[in-house]
């Protein structure tokens, strides 16, 4: 996500920060080349002028600070404007004060939507709060069983009817039933088309005058770049949408979508998918994604994902046994186990500050497999070796290797990797007393 963007941004930065002082002259080339590279990532045109009027207006004046180099003052206007051009601060999604709460997912055929759903539907579950899905498209081949099969996986009812092909019928069961279930939150999914046609438009209509959903989210392919954004707006414009879940952002979008959305609809960003898991949905939020493309990391965001991810229990027993007996191997394999959790080692590197791309390409090149290796290892030494590495001399790593199938140059990395980690547990212990 962002990656090319990101990469030009900064190498145009990179350049500035050689100069020392920056002049006028200086400035205005280096939002020249940040125009083009806004314009190469499918940025609206209107909205790259626009943001480069507002930076270049705020850059007046830089060559004579003195405490912070102008180089770094620009970096930090242009990441203040592209928090406003992707939308300010985070929106939440809004919750009626009298159950439940009626989301309505609309979009183009193929763009995630009926996944989308689902996905959203585990995300409120997994905040306490009962959820149904409401399965509102009769014209696509085994959408109903496609939804019905992720709400088994999750555990979360859905209502559907075959018997009909009355949509608004459907959705007005659909919410009845859940009212009388008590449920907090229902989730419809509703039909897309291959393209906005008046019919599907006016049946949108239909459902949402018949419900009176709080929150008409759109969503958008994030590849289709500019695609996505004039779709954005003809929903917009036939439904007054609430806000937008851009899909697929894991892949190679060039980010114009999401640079372009809010700026043209005015309507919020409120999620983005990640992958094609049904936990791979994140909340949007504006600074930490500018945060992202400037490569200055996000690192709130790794944060959260670790505390949804990390088994608490396991860390706490962890941190305790580090604390008075120090971390054997087994700890290791277990610690490194809940790190794999995080998701591809490049898309964790991502997040944190000063990550270039070179480290990226080494981190995508990583074996996929390391942690059964590592796994394969830990399990063909003894107890006693688990518990105490010290024990492990040349002969006995020899055996190791053979009874892994790894290399003994691995089980040595492997051993050198254990030490440098007990070594950073032990000083955080230390730091905590």
Do not use: C, W
């Not at 507002?54 to 180089?71: D, I, N, Y």
Request: proline share 3%; charged share 30%; hydrophobic share 40%.
């Amino acid at each position: 996500m962002f990656t090319e963007l990101s990469e030009k941004l900064e190498a145009t930065f990179a350049k500035l920060r050689g100069r020392g002082v920056l002049t006028e002259a200086d400035i205005k080339d280096g939002l020249r080349e940040v125009r083009r590279v806004l314009l190469e990532a499918d940025v609206s045109f209107q909205l790259t002028r626009e943001f480069l009027e507002r930076v270049e207006k705020r850059a007046v004046g830089l060559a004579q600070l003195k405490t912070v180099s102008p180089a770094q003052q620009l970096v930090k206007i242009v990441y203040d404007e592209l928090t406003v051009m992707l939308g300010e601060r985070k929106e939440g999604l809004k919750m009626s004060t009298l159950p439940p709460t009626v989301i309505m997912m609309v979009g183009l055929q193929g763009s995630g939507k009926t996944t989308t759903a689902a996905k959203l539907a585990r995300r409120l579950k997994g905040e306490g709060r009962a959820v149904r899905l409401v399965a509102a498209d009769v014209y696509r081949p085994a959408a109903i069983d496609q939804l019905e099969t992720l709400g088994k996986d999750l555990g979360v009812p859905v209502y559907a009817d075959r018997g009909t092909t009355d949509v608004v019928g459907i959705v007005r069961a659909g919410v009845e039933q859940a009212r009388h279930e008590r449920d907090r939150v229902v989730i419809l999914d509703t039909a897309g088309r291959l393209q906005i046609d008046e019919a599907m438009m006016d049946e949108l209509r239909r459902v949402k005058e018949a419900v009176k959903p709080d929150e008409i989210l759109l969503v958008a392919d994030g590849m289709t770049g500019q695609d996505a954004v004039r779709i954005a707006q003809g929903f917009n414009d036939a439904l007054g949408v609430t806000g937008v879940v851009l899909t697929k952002m894991d892949g190679d979008a060039r980010g114009g979508a999401a640079l372009s959305i809010y700026g043209i609809t005015r309507k919020p960003i409120k999620f983005i998918g990640v992958g094609e898991k049904t936990d791979a949905l994140e909340e949007f939020h504006p600074d930490r994604m500018a945060g992202r493309i400037l490569q200055q990391g996000d690192v709130l965001t790794l944060v959260e994902r670790a505390q949804e991810t990390f088994d608490a229990d396991e860390s706490k027993r962890l941190e305790k046994k580090v604390r008075k007996e120090g971390m054997d191997l087994q700890d290791f394999l277990g610690a490194m186990k809940q790190m794999q959790k995080l998701g591809p080692l490049q898309n964790v590197l991502k997040m944190l500050p000063g990550v270039n791309a070179k480290m990226l390409k080494q981190a995508s090149q990583a074996d996929p497999k390391r942690i059964k290796h590592a796994e394969a290892i830990v399990l063909s030494m003894t107890p006693a070796e688990r518990k105490t590495p010290g024990l492990l001399n040349g002969s006995r790593r020899s055996r190791v290797a053979k009874g892994s199938g790894r290399p003994v140059s691995e089980v040595n990395r492997l051993l050198e990797q254990f030490r440098e980690m007990s070594k950073m547990m032990k000083r955080m212990a230390q730091k905590q007393r």
